[in-house]
């Protein structure tokens, strides 16, 4: 019920021929094939058709920025959301990664005024990446996609 409302709510955004973006992130495929599965079961829930949404993958957490700026410079999505999973292992790599990553997204985001949902997980062990991506309504990437759809509906309210 509670979905069928958010879906109602924000179908101001839904009717227009938005488009949407998914990077996902193909290291840590179980997680993050779970997130993306979520976040497209998400994005559907709120009325977005899938026809709207295109999906793409990059090797790592660390090429998801670029793939980001180059959807973002086309200015053909209104937005962007970003799956992946690094998981704490016994380097610096890690930190590295995460880091980079989410600066990254930002940088993209701010200089081209497109927003971007970020749900790369940041986890100390897998089992926590696990049960961020578990098969649930807590699921990282459900939550990815109700974020994007309430960022396009703050944002459409601006151009009213």
């Known amino acids: 019920m509670r979905r069928k409302a958010a879906a109602e709510k924000h179908s101001s955004i839904v009717s227009k021929r938005l488009r949407i973006a998914v990077i996902r992130a193909e290291y840590n495929p179980e ?17 977005i058709p899938a026809g ?23 200015r053909r999505y209104a937005v962007l959301i970003a ?23 930002m940088e993209v985001s701010l200089k081209h005024g497109v927003p971007i949902i970020f749900e790369v997980l940041a986890t100390e062990k897998r089992r926590d990446a696990l049960r961020r991506a578990g098969n649930n309504r807590f699921n990282k990437g459900f939550e990815a996609a ?4 309430r960022m396009l509906s703050a944002l459409s309210r601006l151009e009213d």
């Open 83 to 105: 799956l992946g999973a690094v998981i704490r292992g016994g380097t610096l790599h890690f930190e590295l990664v995460a880091n980079e990553c989410a600066r990254g997204i």
């Open 146 to 149: 109700e974020a994007a759809v």
């Open 52 to 74: 709207q949404v295109d999906c793409f993958a990059v090797p790592g957490c660390f090429e998801i920025p670029l793939l980001a700026q180059r959807l973002a410079v086309r």
């Open 31 to 47: 997680i993050t094939r779970s997130l993306e599965a979520k976040c497209l079961q998400g994005l559907k829930e709120a009325g």
